[in-house]
């Protein structure tokens, strides 16, 4: 499991470096950006919001040994 889920942060996280590189590649031949730059960039953001979640919730956790959080009973 430890492995899917290091694949799963490697894969979120290549969006927002693929994203990266093609604004860099306009930006120095001076191509103008359009819709599909919008789109990109929802798809970067989405990206790497998941491979956040995905470290935070599944690697984090096991590596230190923390339970998820529970809910306290309030008295």
């Not at 290549?14 to 191509?31: D, F, Q, R, T």
């Not at 359009?34 to 790497?48: K, L, P, R, S, Y």
């Not at 919730?57 to 998820?68: D, E, I, V, Y």
Request: charged share 15%.
């Amino acid at each position: 499991m430890k492995y899917i889920c290091w694949a799963a942060v490697v894969v979120m996280s290549i969006m927002p470096l693929n994203y990266s590189l093609m604004v860099a590649a306009k930006l120095v031949h001076g191509e103008s950006f359009g819709a599909e730059d919008v789109i990109g960039f929802g798809v970067a953001a989405f990206g790497a919001l998941m491979a956040i979640t995905i470290y935070r919730t599944a690697l984090r956790q096991r590596s230190t040994g923390k339970k998820t959080a529970s809910i306290r009973r309030i008295e």
